[in-house]
């Protein structure tokens, strides 16, 4: 990758977990704010960022969506990937006690995620677009009564209390980040573990998915991860594909020989090498 970055885009305010998942892997790097994925892309795109982090997958709440809508046309490519755990914290103001708490604010995923622990508080739940939005809006409020749901950066940004740590229902709470780039990076053609990420429409012909995927099987290629999206009319299935396999190699390129002659619009998203986390959580839970 490139020494030159300088900046990376999120969405969300500062302290969502995004904004975390920045300062992991870029602590150098200037971190930005947009209110959306759609924001954060174009942020790159119009030159504002160098890089975008935008979260795909997390292990309780499932893919999220606007995500995946966003890559066909978002032409950025993917050059790296980030695992990162989800530890959630309740906050409040200083001088807050658990017991002063009657309302609760986080994000729609974050709620449903600590849905135990706010049963046994009692208190009544309140979304917000993010888990820092909730943060900043009590430290605004300042008031007792009030608590948000989000990670430790947001109580240090905002100076809120940390009341409870760890308080997600389920101890593997992980949501997986692609880094996005407006050029591609690929790893040396000799690296171990390359992952590739692809998107194509099956031709309209019988068993054409079966047929595509078949190129990877016989050149000895591993899926690990294929998920299909329809357009707004229901009509166009276009798959998203994460391959074992570096794109330049003689193996991958018979693969997308064979794939052509089943579907269309292929579109190489970009290639890089897998996260250390990606191997450890298959070994404890399974593919992501």
Do not use: W
Request: charged content about 25%; glycine content about 6%; aromatic content about 10%.
């Amino acid at each position: 990758m490139s020494n030159d970055y300088k900046s990376i885009a999120f969405q969300g305010e500062y302290g969502a977990y995004s904004d975390m998942a920045c300062r992991t892997v870029f602590p150098d790097l200037k971190t930005l704010p947009c209110e959306s994925f759609y924001d954060a892309f174009n942020a790159v795109n119009d030159g504002r960022a160098d890089l975008a982090m935008i979260p795909v997958d997390n292990t309780i709440a499932g893919r999220v969506a606007d995500v995946h809508h966003l890559m066909p046309d978002g032409d950025l490519f993917i050059i790296g990937e980030h695992f990162q755990d989800v530890n959630h914290m309740l906050l409040g103001t200083k001088g807050t006690k658990i017991e002063d708490i009657k309302y609760v604010h986080s994000h729609v995923h974050a709620i449903p995620q600590c849905r135990e622990f706010l049963k046994k508080m009692g208190a009544k739940s309140y979304i917000h677009a993010d888990t820092a939005g909730a943060a900043k809006e009590i430290a605004q409020k300042n008031d007792k009564e009030h608590g948000a749901i989000a990670s430790s950066l947001a109580a240090k940004i905002y100076d809120l209390e940390i009341l409870e740590k760890g308080i997600e229902d389920q101890s593997h709470n992980m949501t997986r980040f692609l880094i996005l780039s407006p050029e591609p990076y690929y790893p040396p053609i000799d690296a171990n573990n390359v992952i590739t990420s692809l998107l194509f429409e099956v031709r309209n012909i019988p068993a054409a998915l079966y047929k595509a995927l078949g190129g990877f099987a016989t050149n000895g290629l591993s899926l690990t991860k294929l998920e299909s999206y329809v357009d707004e009319n229901f009509q166009a299935a276009r798959f998203y594909c994460d391959i074992e396999g570096h794109p330049e190699s003689q193996s991958f390129n018979r693969a997308l020989e064979e794939l052509g002659f089943f579907a269309k619009d292929v579109k190489l998203l970009g290639s890089y090498i897998a996260h250390p986390s990606r191997k450890a959580y298959e070994q404890d839970y399974g593919e992501l």
